[in-house]
């Protein structure tokens, strides 16, 4: 079975400081990872994912995540925050060779502070 | 390009009602899947349709939810009777293949 866990409720950063929101993760096979977010009232927007190439992976909005494979981890970075960035940010993972079914983490709130 | 569509936005209803959730995945998309996330918990995988065919849908919850995917286009998603538990928001979700899996806005119920 695949999981992942988003260690932390609740991350604050004060705006015009670096991001980093932690995900980690648990597959029998080769993980295809990804990251979404979502705004108030609104619904799941995609950031960016991992297939397989370059650890580093870019994505929206400034958004960026490492791949780490000896540590399970997929760690999103930005490297200066914004308030518009403030949302709840999802990690979630799924065997590259399994079924299509996504596992989530359970979310991270990301409060950035003006 | 139109993305995931997804109707009502929002929906009260009385324990013991009947709701019926839509979702129009993204125009040429063949796989479709449902989500939901309940009183802040998890997201939650439901089900997964490849064109009409439920591939997958080992996650809904018990016999009160029905899934349909008519002519393989649009799905719809149906609570009979409703209880209290099954208020949050339901995802629907769409991909070409195993390609990346996008939502839609979601639908949120309440249940009362």
Same mark, same amino acid.
């Given at each position: 079975?695949?999981? +992942?866990?988003?260690?932390?409720?609740?991350?604050? +950063?004060?705006?015009?400081?670096? @991001?980093? #929101?932690?995900?980690?993760?648990?597959?029998? !096979?080769?993980?295809?990872?990804?990251?979404? #977010?979502?705004?108030?009232? &609104?619904?799941?927007?995609?950031? @960016?994912?991992?297939?397989?190439?370059?650890?580093?992976?870019?994505?929206?909005? !400034?958004?960026?995540?490492?791949?780490?494979?000896?540590?399970?981890?997929?760690?999103?970075?930005?490297?200066?925050? @914004? #308030?518009?960035?403030?949302?709840?940010?999802?990690?979630?993972? &799924?065997?590259?060779? !399994?079924?299509?079914? @996504?596992?989530?983490?359970?979310?991270?709130? #990301? +409060? +950035?502070?003006? | 390009?139109?993305?995931?569509?997804?109707?009502?936005?929002? *929906?009260?209803?009385?324990?013991?009602?009947?709701?019926?959730?839509?979702?129009?995945?993204?125009?040429?998309?063949?796989?479709?899947?449902?989500?939901?996330?309940?009183?802040?918990?998890?997201?939650?995988?439901?089900?997964?349709?490849?064109?009409? *065919?439920?591939?997958?849908?080992?996650?809904?919850?018990?016999?009160?939810?029905?899934?349909?995917?008519?002519?393989?286009?649009?799905?719809?998603?149906?609570?009979?009777?409703?209880?209290?538990?099954?208020?949050?928001?339901?995802?629907?979700?769409?991909?070409?293949?195993?390609?990346?899996?996008?939502?839609?806005?979601? *639908?949120?119920?309440?249940?009362?």
């Amino acid at each position: 079975a695949q999981s +992942v866990a988003q260690p932390e409720d609740q991350v604050n +950063v004060a705006e015009g400081n670096p @991001l980093t #929101v932690k995900c980690t993760y648990s597959v029998s !096979g080769n993980p295809y990872l990804f990251w979404y #977010v979502q705004y108030p009232n &609104r619904g799941l927007q995609f950031l @960016l994912k991992y297939i397989t190439g370059d650890n580093l992976v870019k994505g929206s909005y !400034g958004f960026e995540a490492e791949f780490n494979k000896s540590q399970t981890s997929f760690h999103l970075k930005k490297p200066s925050a @914004l #308030v518009s960035d403030s949302a709840l940010y999802f990690c979630a993972v &799924r065997d590259i060779y !399994g079924n299509n079914r @996504l596992a989530f983490g359970k979310g991270n709130q #990301v +409060v +950035v502070i003006p | 390009e139109a993305g995931v569509t997804q109707f009502p936005s929002h *929906s009260v209803i009385e324990k013991g009602q009947t709701v019926t959730l839509r979702c129009d995945p993204i125009s040429g998309h063949d796989n479709l899947y449902w989500y939901r996330r309940v009183m802040g918990k998890e997201i939650k995988f439901l089900l997964h349709f490849v064109k009409e *065919s439920k591939q997958d849908e080992s996650g809904m919850p018990n016999n009160r939810f029905l899934a349909e995917r008519t002519g393989g286009t649009y799905s719809t998603l149906k609570v009979q009777p409703a209880e209290l538990e099954d208020s949050g928001v339901y995802f629907c979700a769409s991909s070409q293949g195993r390609n990346t899996i996008y939502f839609g806005e979601g *639908s949120w119920l309440t249940v009362v």
